[in-house]
């Protein structure tokens, strides 16, 4: 960081963890009904490795955690806060560091770096071990021999949703209660940097859009009404994204998640009370996600919903991104007949690039990459300063 910026730390313990599989009893608060739990846990054929199959809810780092908050030098307390929220599978925050200085330099908001479920500093170090890691995956390529971008990067991840793909509609519920629980926090005055009264955008890449979308449609008590959001490099449905890459998921894992949220879903909520009653009952958060999955399902549902915000919303796309495919975003944002007035810039940058690492770092295009920085960022700050 430079001078210009700061950045702190706070303590937050996410009091919607016992949602996670590992509890057997659950209790919706909005409807004051106790839910059974029928989520078994499972490991690999033939192995057992509790250090990666630990059951959801023992994860003391998904619980308790710290956030940061990047703020301009010597300001007072925050009126503006923006949010960043990052992509599938990220350890830490070194690539996004630069991104949110660039947001709080051009927009004069505090940024608020905040982890979804299981990500960043929410998982356990052991998942980041590259030696253990590396036999771990050595060991399931053995296990499954046609497996595709098997790596020490993707593979705890790809394990356990290989398993149990549910934990991945879980942990998303989960982040989406923690994500109130910090905007009420706010507003309660628990955090001195950010005033009672503060209004706040929402910055998200990659997965983190996936997210974004789901708390702005869903507009929990109005708290979402003025918030603008941008897309970068994100935007589609779940179907229409390609999540197999070293640094994302291997094969195995997105056929196991594939198969359980677009081919099978409806067949599966019947099996589990707890996500039938989350996705079906009364739950608009749970409907959103839902209409968020499959391009075709519910897509009128989505679609006028994505129309009546389609002034808060812009998103960049990148052309050759090959995990959330430019086209796809142009697909679910403007609409299968392009009446959703949702602005969308593509941009093409003239060097190598992929969808993990738009900005490489290290390269001989250093000028040019710091080029392409300013460039997406003024307009990421024009869209939240107009």
Same mark, same amino acid.
């Given at each position: 960081?430079?001078?210009? $910026?700061?950045?702190?730390?706070?303590?937050?313990?996410?009091?919607?963890?016992?949602?996670?599989? /590992?509890?057997?009893?659950?209790?919706?608060?909005? &409807?004051?009904?106790?839910?059974?739990?029928?989520?078994?846990? @499972?490991?690999?054929?033939?192995?057992?490795?509790?250090?990666? @199959?630990?059951?959801?809810?023992? +994860?003391?780092?998904?619980?308790?955690?710290?956030?940061?908050?990047?703020?301009?030098?010597?300001?007072?307390?925050?009126?503006?806060?923006?949010?960043?929220? &990052?992509?599938?599978?990220?350890?830490?925050? $070194?690539?996004?560091?630069?991104?949110?200085?660039?947001?709080?330099?051009?927009?004069?908001?505090?940024?608020?770096?905040?982890?979804?479920?299981? &990500?960043?500093?929410?998982?356990?170090?052991?998942?980041?071990?590259?030696?253990?890691?590396?036999?771990?995956?050595?060991?399931?390529?053995?296990?499954?021999?046609?497996?595709?971008?098997?790596?020490?990067?993707?593979?705890? #991840?790809?394990?356990?949703?290989?398993?149990?793909?549910?934990?991945?509609?879980?942990?998303?519920?989960?982040?989406?209660?923690?994500?109130?629980?910090?905007?009420?926090?706010?507003?309660?005055?628990?955090?001195?940097?950010?005033?009672?009264?503060?209004?706040?955008?929402?910055?998200?890449?990659?997965?983190?859009?996936?997210?974004?979308?789901?708390?702005?449609?869903?507009?929990?008590?109005?708290?979402?009404?003025? $918030?603008?959001?941008?897309?970068?490099?994100?935007?589609? $449905?779940?179907?229409?994204?390609?999540?197999?890459?070293?640094?994302?998921?291997?094969?195995?894992?997105? +056929?196991?998640?594939?198969?359980?949220?677009?081919?099978?879903?409806?067949?599966?909520?019947?099996?589990?009370?707890?996500?039938?009653?989350?996705?079906?009952?009364?739950?608009?958060?749970?409907?959103?996600?839902?209409?968020?999955?499959?391009?075709?399902?519910?897509?009128?549902?989505?679609? /006028?919903?994505?129309?009546?915000?389609?002034?808060?919303?812009?998103?960049?796309?990148?052309?050759?991104?090959?995990?959330?495919?430019?086209?796809?975003?142009?697909?679910?944002?403007?609409?299968?007949?392009?009446? #959703?007035?949702?602005?969308?810039?593509? #941009?093409?940058?003239?060097?190598?690039?992929?969808?993990?690492?738009?900005?490489?770092?290290?390269?001989?295009?250093?000028?040019?990459?710091?080029?392409?920085?300013?460039?997406?960022?003024?307009?990421?700050?024009?869209?939240?300063?107009?």
């Amino acid at each position: 960081m430079n001078t210009k $910026t700061e950045i702190l730390e706070y303590d937050f313990e996410s009091l919607s963890h016992k949602i996670l599989p /590992g509890n057997s009893d659950y209790e919706c608060l909005k &409807h004051h009904i106790n839910l059974k739990s029928t989520t078994a846990f @499972h490991t690999e054929v033939g192995t057992i490795n509790d250090n990666v @199959h630990i059951k959801d809810i023992y +994860v003391d780092e998904n619980r308790f955690f710290k956030y940061q908050i990047i703020k301009p030098k010597d300001t007072t307390v925050a009126k503006k806060v923006i949010f960043l929220l &990052h992509g599938f599978n990220e350890k830490d925050w $070194t690539k996004y560091l630069p991104w949110a200085q660039a947001i709080c330099e051009g927009t004069g908001s505090h940024v608020v770096l905040f982890p979804l479920a299981f &990500h960043m500093q929410r998982a356990p170090k052991y998942w980041s071990s590259k030696r253990d890691m590396y036999k771990l995956s050595e060991n399931r390529k053995s296990r499954y021999p046609n497996v595709v971008n098997s790596t020490l990067s993707n593979v705890a #991840i790809s394990m356990r949703l290989h398993a149990m793909p549910q934990r991945f509609i879980y942990s998303g519920l989960q982040t989406y209660y923690d994500f109130i629980q910090l905007i009420e926090n706010f507003r309660a005055g628990m955090n001195p940097e950010v005033s009672k009264d503060f209004k706040f955008d929402i910055f998200a890449y990659s997965i983190g859009g996936f997210l974004a979308q789901i708390l702005k449609l869903t507009n929990y008590k109005n708290y979402f009404s003025d $918030t603008k959001m941008c897309l970068f490099c994100s935007g589609t $449905t779940f179907n229409r994204l390609s999540s197999v890459s070293k640094f994302i998921l291997d094969s195995e894992a997105n +056929v196991a998640l594939y198969s359980f949220l677009i081919e099978h879903f409806d067949k599966f909520l019947k099996k589990d009370e707890i996500l039938n009653h989350y996705i079906l009952n009364d739950h608009m958060e749970g409907e959103v996600f839902n209409c968020m999955l499959d391009y075709q399902k519910k897509r009128e549902f989505r679609e /006028g919903l994505l129309k009546t915000y389609e002034d808060q919303i812009y998103a960049i796309t990148l052309k050759k991104d090959k995990v959330i495919p430019s086209f796809e975003v142009i697909n679910t944002l403007k609409g299968a007949y392009r009446d #959703i007035n949702i602005k969308v810039d593509e #941009i093409d940058f003239d060097r190598d690039y992929t969808h993990e690492n738009p900005f490489p770092t290290n390269t001989d295009c250093e000028a040019q990459i710091s080029e392409d920085f300013n460039m997406v960022f003024d307009k990421v700050c024009n869209f939240y300063n107009t």
